[in-house]
């Protein structure tokens, strides 16, 4: 199956500090990205969608300018959490999309204090 | 607005027993409906998936079973074992579309020994 990493899989910072999280798919060409965060025991909530080269779309009710997503390369998106909160805790999953398959990051625990 | 509606939230079955996970939708443009496993602190792994011009499909112990007029689909687990115990999530999209995945809200599954 097809391999996605992200990177950092678990990240503790204080609030106010900026966070960058990295999702790379390591055998395949992701041409639309998705980002999700789940709370516990909590189904996936679509941030936002990317495609490559372009600007993200983001759900209605998440922050474009606290969430900035960059898909500069078909291999490689990243999120960061700017000015980060305790309420932003949570885990965030990377899902590149290949043609009609979608696959899903290890996830990465965002403990804010 | 949840376009795809799962029951129920948690299962117990006894090891070797069937558990049956079920999931409705209205979008009937729908056409590609993907189960993913989910264990605690991973990101969700594609178990198996259906597309609408079947009415079942198997893969080991996994077996999806579709019904498009009712527009239903459900995931049965035959001879449940310990390591099956996750949360499970079913998902409904327009497969060629690129466009997102919508989720049920996940079913906890115990298989006790």
């Known amino acids: 199956g097809a391999v996605v990493s992200q990177h950092p899989s678990r990240v503790i910072c204080k609030s106010g500090t900026s966070v960058k999280i990295e999702c790379r798919s390591l055998d395949f060409q992701a041409t639309t990205m998705f980002w999700y965060r789940q709370f516990p025991k909590q189904s996936l909530m679509l941030m936002a969608t990317?495609?490559?080269?372009?600007?993200?779309?983001?759900e209605q009710g998440v922050e474009k300018d606290k969430f900035l997503i960059n898909h500069a390369s078909l291999t490689l998106s990243t999120l960061t959490v700017t000015s980060a909160h305790p309420e932003d805790s949570s885990f965030y999953i990377c899902?590149?999309?290949?043609?009609?398959?979608?696959?899903f990051g290890p996830g990465t625990r965002l403990t804010v204090l | 607005q949840q376009q795809v509606k799962q029951s129920p939230q948690s299962l117990i079955v006894q090891k070797g027993g069937i558990s049956i996970i079920n999931c409705a939708y209205e979008?009937?443009?729908?056409?590609?409906f993907p189960w993913y496993q989910q264990f605690p602190g991973k990101g969700p792994a594609l178990l198996i998936a259906i597309r609408p011009d079947v009415s079942e499909k198997k893969e080991g112990r996994f077996t999806i079973s579709f019904n498009k007029s009712a527009k239903q689909f459900s995931l049965h687990i035959m001879d449940s074992q310990p390591g099956d115990s996750a949360t499970y999530f079913c998902?409904?999209?327009?497969?060629?579309?690129?466009?997102?995945?919508?989720f049920g809200t996940g079913t906890s599954l115990t298989v006790i020994p």
């Open positions: 899902s590149p999309r290949s043609s009609d398959t979608q696959y």
């Open positions: 998902a409904a999209s327009m497969r060629y579309t690129g466009n997102q995945f919508y």
């Open positions: 979008n009937t443009a729908f056409d590609y």
């Open positions: 990317s495609n490559e080269g372009s600007k993200a779309t983001y």
